[in-house]
């Protein structure tokens, strides 16, 4: 497939997914599938949910096109679209009917199980010069899976933030197949994915009209795992530069996990204390913040990703350069510290929606 015809693909995904999700918006409004604002919450209107399906249908569906066009082998299809659609669909439930954790995180671990599956398992992880396998792969492999799920569930908490990280990381990673591995078949993968995210963004950009919901989420985690992991077939440093470019949603999530459970915290009780949320309040603006993200994506981490995957950088060296301006300004911002009531006030005073 050339790239006249990948880019005439990743237009129509992209188109196809801004349609979706029209259409999932008006279904929602008739069926009061809404977000209501409650005392965790930061947006000032009722809005509807379940946007993230389009994100699910247009993938998939682009996917399908390469495999039936022998620019993909079907396995990666069937190994991304099959867990992948478990995810969304327990997301889809959560969405429309409350879904207990246990039951979301049994499908999001069967759903990883079923990834490494279709992979061929898992190989050995190099750190330190030491390779970590045998029987601590798997779990090591299951829960990255698991916790990148939740966690850009986690960090779906303003207008546009979890649909602009799904593009610029997605990109970025195809970005690192073009220099490091340009025969490789995984950025197609990562292209495709972009453009979907991009066609649901336009709508979710902030003030947004719809969000993605869990179904949404789920899938956005999912598939960013997925991508990391194909990409480690290809080569460790791969792997290790999508590692870079998840630097912004890693570091503040597992801050505030840290934080929370230190402080004896409800781990699934939602919440408004991560650090992206406290600079929307204390900024009063979902715009800046997710910009702000954009820019440290594009300017610092894919730099930084693209050193590594290319062994210019060494891997420790690369994610502890990547990640440490990340720490401090999450310690700065207060990541994992309890909302303020005063910066709640403020930041609905404006008339966006300041976390969910």
Known sequence: MNPLTISVLCGATMLGSWALTRVVRSYALVRGVLDVPNERSSHAVPTPRGGGTAIVLATVSALCILALADALPWYVVVGFAGPGGIVAGAGLLDDLRHLRWRWRLLAHFGAAYTLLISMGGIRPITTFGDAVSGWLIWPIALLYIVWLINLTNFMDGIDGLAASEAVTVSAGGALLYAIAAPTADGWRVALVFAAAAGGFLIWNRPPASIFMGDVGSGFLGFSLAAMSLYARLVSPQMFWGWIVLLGVFVVDASMVLIRRILRGDQVFDAHRTHAYQHAAARWRTHGGVTLVVVALNLFWLLPLACLV???????????????????IAAVWLGAGAPALTGQTRSARSTGENVGR
């Open 309 to 327: 995957a290319l062994h210019r950088l060494e891997v420790v060296t690369g994610v502890v350069i990547a990640y440490a301006p990340l720490v």
